[in-house]
């Protein structure tokens, strides 16, 4: 499990058809372990002092946005968080639920407003003021529009994750809030007339 907070931004050093190697600064990752990379939870293959591999499933590359990476794009990285751990966002599985694109981005003061395409299909799951992971950063939903949300970043995420680079038609990965697809799931086995009292 993640919380969305981005430990570091590494570096994609070689895409392969089944596997991502980066070059990061992340500490000392094991064999084995879970690792998010923009959003999609991975598992470490290799690794060495300034890089880790992963394989990645012809699946995943069809479902996220990780398939268009290429050497030298830059990446969100954040580790498993352990039972120690702060929960410093909100809760994140590193499933994905689908890809949006960038669609407009506003330099306010003190803030920056950015809008991306949202598929149908994943527009109940979203309400304003509600939480979304857009390539693995916890983020809060500002607008709200059909096909289309936007969120505001601060400075600081700006700076910490890849977002300050993000323009118009690049592809973001998104994964819904799991409360409330555990909520639809719920509501959808009780009857209707028990819904109605």
């Known amino acids: 499990m993640f919380t969305g907070i981005v430990q570091a931004v590494g570096v994609v050093d070689l895409r392969s058809e089944a596997s991502l190697v980066v070059k990061c600064d992340i500490g000392d990752l094991q064999l084995g372990e879970s690792i998010a990379v923009n959003g999609v ?3 470490v ?8 591999g992963a394989d990645v499933s012809e699946e995943t590359d069809r479902l996220t946005g990780l398939g268009a990476l290429g050497a030298g794009d830059p990446v969100n990285l954040e580790r498993a968080m352990s039972a120690s751990d702060r929960f410093g966002g909100h809760i994140v599985q590193g499933h994905v639920d ?3 694109k960038v669609v407009d981005r506003r330099d306010l003061a003190g803030s920056t407003e950015i809008t991306f395409t949202l598929p149908a299909e994943l527009e109940r799951y979203l309400v304003p003021k509600g939480s979304i992971t857009l390539d693995g950063v916890s983020l809060t939903v500002t607008q709200l529009h059909t096909g289309s949300f936007g969120v505001s970043l601060v400075p600081h995420t700006l700076q910490s994750t890849t977002f300050g680079h993000r323009r118009a038609g ?15 799931r719920l509501l959808a086995s009780v009857p209707t007339d028990q819904l109605r009292r």
């Open 41 to 43: 939870c991975l598992t």
């Open 45 to 52: 293959s290799a690794f060495d002092s300034g890089t880790f």
């Open 98 to 100: 689908g890809t949006g």
């Open 170 to 184: 690049d592809v973001v990965n998104i994964e819904v809030d799991v409360l409330a697809k555990y909520v639809e």
